[in-house]
């Protein structure tokens, strides 16, 4: 088992920044990979960005890409999401997500075990 807890959001202007964070417990974090989701009112649940492990490769959706970057500290099992110059349509709540299998699959929500329970990321225009 993996407990997540996301922390982080809140309203910030166009072009702002903020810094995303998710606290694992349970399981050895460092052998999981782990995801960014957010999730719009109306909207399904997208993928944004994933970090796998050991080797730290990342994986970004092409909306966030330049904009947001996702990390890892495995000895503070925290990974972030520092998302920068925020759009409107960046609005939502936000996820972090775990799994083990790193590949083909690691952008579909279907793909990961555990769930936060979200942060939500207001950006006004």
């Known amino acids: 088992q993996v407990q997540l807890v996301e922390s982080g959001g809140g309203l910030v202007q166009a072009g702002g920044s903020l810094r995303l964070s998710c606290a694992a417990s349970?399981?050895?974090?460092?052998?999981?990979?782990m995801g960014w989701f957010r999730q719009a009112p109306g909207k399904e649940r997208e993928f944004v960005a994933a970090?796998?492990?050991?080797?730290?490769?990342?994986y970004y959706a092409d909306s966030v890409k330049g904009r947001f970057t996702i990390s890892r500290d495995n000895a503070k099992n925290t990974v972030y999401l520092q998302v920068n110059s925020l759009k409107p349509e960046d609005t939502a709540v936000y996820y972090c997500a775990a799994t083990y299998r790193w590949g083909l699959g690691s952008d579909t929500p279907s793909a990961y075990h555990y769930w936060g329970q979200g942060t939500q990321v207001t950006v006004s225009s």
């Open positions: 349970g399981r050895t974090f460092s052998s999981v990979v």
């Open positions: 970090i796998s492990w050991p080797a730290s490769s990342t």
